[in-house]
């Protein structure tokens, strides 16, 4: 199941709510954080989680859907497509690198950090992760 932290809606980021879904869900793709055969939270649970409009969620996971990231079963869910290259699609790993990326650093700056404290904090959380 999708982890809710693989997806962070910022409401006032200027990017569009389903637009961040989409990224977010490439980029765990890409970083290999979602394997094939992922299944995706529920319409309703990303929709409640994220506090945000379930028609958000479903434009987001319809997009994915259309280029061919994941696949909607009525009933079961919606999961994480097989290899087809989209695991390691290097251009789209990097753009999705740089949209998240720019993100943070839009945020840092919002929030009046500088970069040395944004790099210290990042290596705190990895080494609490390890």
């Known amino acids: 199941m999708l982890e809710t932290a693989v997806i962070s809606i ?3 980021s200027g990017v569009p709510l389903y637009r961040q879904i989409v990224d977010q869900v490439l980029l765990a ?6 394997k094939p055969g992922s299944r995706l939270q529920t319409v309703r649970q990303l929709a409640i989680d994220a506090q945000i409009n379930p028609n958000t969620v479903s434009r987001a996971y319809r997009e994915l859907d ?5 696949r909607t079963r009525r009933g079961t ?6 290899d087809k290259g989209v695991a390691r699609d290097e251009a789209r790993h990097r753009e ?3 949209q998240f990326c720019n993100q943070v650093l839009a945020d840092a700056g919002r929030l009046g950090l500088s970069l040395s404290e944004l790099v210290a904090s990042l290596q705190d959380r990895l080494t609490e992760r390890r």
């Open 96 to 98: 999705a690198v740089e």
């Open 10 to 12: 910022d409401h006032s």
């Open 29 to 34: 793709v890409s970083t290999g954080r979602l």
């Open 66 to 70: 259309i280029r061919g990231f994941v």
């Open 77 to 82: 869910g919606t999961f994480i497509v097989g």
